[in-house]
């Protein structure tokens, strides 16, 4: 049997930790390792024999009883009904106590259990380290955000020595080593842009095939909001969402090669968890980033530029003389659609909600601008092409656009459907396209970017045609990471233009 005891001071009045430590549900407040709690039945969070379910963010769950309470000697004790790990008979308490000079508070958290002989020093490391360290620097950064005055470094852990006095006599030590954390944005339940909540995180170190990227800039898409609300499953809750960032390699594990720390790099791919200041992820999808190309830029126009990149060389390849219908032409992957169609040598027919997006399609080479909410844009692209209709609709909004886009089409015509802002298009007969043998694509950005052999053409043509002045990326709207709620509701709202994204 081990048993473990950790102590610590914290520089806050004992009731005030008190109020915290004794919420047996409120753990995944300040704890950086859980994500997601809740009491069983709707039971009161310091009833006795309540259980609490929660979920750590690497997607573990546990079940914890709590067996005691008293706010008379601010002790607790629980024990563990299920977890992934072998920690058998794993019962815990935590004791506090005000520090004689000073207002501060003892804390001590004990804890025994059985673990298997062969795992025992990792099960003991991690109880100690990921358990109790990470929650005495949980509590006190909670404590921090409430307090600001309050001092954020650590207390140092202390040695207790027994006495028969109600106060402990306390001998300084060395603070102990904690688990790291990152500030990020985490999603619990699927829904609108109020779900996304800025937390501290556990980050583990980097295995031995990953590397650890230290965010500067991170892109926002609207990829994102498909996974917070629900609609894309590539967000596992609760996690964090995000698909595209630059940065600077931090740390690389052991078997790690051809990156190397101080790197610059960006990438756009899965799996998510972009809306963060730090992570881990492998290397094989990191983008080194050339001197040229600034981290603003990547993060702005690496997802967006990839996607123009593959919908009109692969999905469907433009020529010169195509007539090419673009919608949302003023957002960040419509933008770079216009410019790059008409370097192919297209016509560019551009659909707009306002007549200052329309400005910015026609700086931009737009042949034709057509603004949708005031003229139907069917009727003005078969007047346009003289009753041909277009070779192509490149069509990211969706509910509102569907219908119209295959009317716009001419002969043979092909509806490239790649996003739904205004929402999913409905069922449609397909016998309804053999009057215009419209072929219809539904492209999935994975498909054509989750291996290197796959990503790289596009990078190379991406950066050959920043490089060349083929296209531009406009300086993106910025928000920082606790604005990122903003950022969505910006995004959806379809009133911005251009690129959005977050400083880390």
Request: charged share 20%.
């Amino acid at each position: 049997m081990v048993k473990l005891c950790q102590s610590t001071i914290i520089d806050a009045p004992v009731d005030a930790v008190w109020e915290i430590l004794r919420d047996f549900n409120g753990h995944d407040r300040w704890h950086p390792a859980i994500a997601f709690s809740e009491i069983v039945g709707g039971e009161p969070v310091d009833a006795v024999g309540a259980v609490r379910h929660f979920r750590l963010n690497n997607g573990g769950e546990l079940r914890e009883q709590l067996l005691a309470l008293s706010d008379k000697d601010r002790r607790l004790s629980y024990c563990l009904l299920e977890a992934p790990l072998p920690l058998m008979g794993y019962v815990a308490s935590i004791r506090l106590k005000p520090v004689t000079d000073g207002d501060a508070t003892f804390w001590e958290w004990r804890s025994e259990f059985d673990p298997p002989a062969h795992r025992r020093d990792e099960l003991v490391k991690l109880v100690s380290e990921g358990i109790y360290q990470a929650g005495f620097t949980g509590v006190r950064n909670l404590l921090k955000r409430r307090n600001p005055g309050m001092p954020i470094g650590p207390s140092p852990v202390m040695a207790v020595t027994p006495s028969p006095a109600s106060t402990p006599r306390i001998a300084p030590m060395a603070a102990a080593s904690h688990v790291e954390t990152t500030r990020a944005i985490l999603v619990k339940r699927y829904g609108g842009p109020e779900v996304l909540e800025l937390r501290e995180i556990a980050l583990p170190p980097p295995a031995s095939g990953e590397v650890r990227v230290r965010h500067t800039v991170i892109g926002v898409n609207f990829i994102d909001v498909y996974c917070r609300t629900g609609f894309f499953d590539l967000l596992q809750l609760p996690g964090v969402p995000g698909m595209e960032a630059a940065g600077i390699v931090e740390t690389i594990g052991s078997a790690v090669s051809g990156v190397s720390v101080g790197d610059r790099v960006a990438y756009a791919c899965p799996p998510i968890g972009a809306y963060c200041e730090r992570r881990n992820m492998a290397p094989d999808l990191l983008v080194k980033l050339p001197d040229d190309i600034s981290d603003e830029i990547a993060a702005a126009g690496l997802l967006k530029g990839v996607t123009a990149s593959f919908l009109l060389h692969d999905v469907h390849a433009v020529k010169p003389g195509s007539v090419v219908l673009i919608h949302a032409a003023a957002g960040g992957v419509g933008q770079l659609l216009v410019q790059w169609a008409c370097h192919l040598g297209a016509t560019v027919i551009a659909t707009v909600s306002n007549d200052d997006k329309a400005q910015i399609v026609t700086r931009l080479g737009a042949h034709h601008t057509i603004v949708y909410s005031r003229d139907n844009f069917a009727e003005s692209v078969m007047r346009l092409t003289e009753g041909k209709g277009a070779d192509v609709a490149y069509d990211a909004v969706g509910n509102d656009t569907f219908g119209g886009s295959l009317a716009a089409l001419g002969v043979r015509g092909h509806l490239v459907s790649f996003g739904q802002a205004s929402g999913p298009v409905g069922n449609w007969d397909i016998g309804r396209f053999s009057s215009k043998s419209i072929t219809i694509s539904r492209p999935n950005y994975a498909h054509y970017t989750d291996s290197p052999d796959k990503l790289d053409p596009h990078i190379k043509r991406l950066f050959a045609a920043l490089r060349q002045g083929v296209i531009r990326i406009a300086p993106p709207k910025t928000y920082n990471l606790g604005a990122a709620a903003q950022a969505h509701r910006d995004l959806e709202s379809r009133l911005t233009t251009g690129a959005l994204v977050i400083k880390a």
